[in-house]
């Protein structure tokens, strides 16, 4: 069977896993926070009340520190689908992990146009505002280098080998 991960190697798949989905969120929401901060001065602790009225609508803005962590729970959440996501098709389609660096960018855009298009829309945020112009950009451009790459190459470190 080519490409999938064999029993004995399982821990090294987590691990994988694990690396990918952390640095992927991590670095998404660290530009999140500090570019919502830079940019407009809006307080870390708001951009992620911001995802958490996602799930708990408007409410999440007035539950303090604790609906931040909600939100940061939820982004976290969120990292680790898009994670396991190309996990599960690398496994099936070699030809994922053969040019990480281009498959991984283009899952990237992938994933912002899925969150932007229709997560959030379908959430209890609704449809947002048309973004102004860097706002976009610098979304798309760390939905390609910040989590479309971390994933790709964590999934290319598994199943390389176990092809």
Known sequence: MPNRVIAGDSGSWVQWLIV???????LDILY???FSYFRS???????LQYVASGALG?????GGTATA?????FHYLNAFLATAIFFAAASLLPSLIRMPLLVGALYGIGV???MNYVVIPLSRIGTPRTP???VWV?????HMFFIGWPIALSARKVFARAG
């Not at 408007?58 to 007035?62: D, K």
């Not at 610098?138 to 760390?142: I, M, S």
């Open 32 to 34: 999140a926070t500090g």
């Open 41 to 47: 001065g809006v307080a870390p602790s708001r951009v």
């Open 58 to 62: 408007p409410a999440a803005f007035q």
């Open 69 to 73: 962590a909600a939100g940061l729970g």
């Open 132 to 134: 102004a112009t860097i």
């Open 20 to 26: 990918g989905w952390l640095v992927a969120g991590t």
């Open 138 to 142: 610098t979304g798309v451009l760390v």
């Open 112 to 114: 912002y146009i899925v």
